[in-house]
């Protein structure tokens, strides 16, 4: 499978997705409602106002 372009993963364990991404060379971004572990590079609630 080829990759195009960046991968955006989304909330649960989200960080380890995309760091394994990045291990392998595709550009990724994480989502998620926290950043308890620092890493995170969007914290979103889609449910918040």
Do not use: W
Request: glycine share 10%; proline share 2%.
């Amino acid at each position: 499978m080829e990759i195009k372009g960046k991968v955006h993963c989304f909330f649960e364990q989200s960080g380890t997705f995309k760091n394994e991404f990045i291990k392998l060379g595709i550009p990724a971004e994480d989502y998620d409602i926290q950043n308890n572990f620092g890493e995170t590079d969007h914290v979103i609630d889609l449910f918040g106002r």
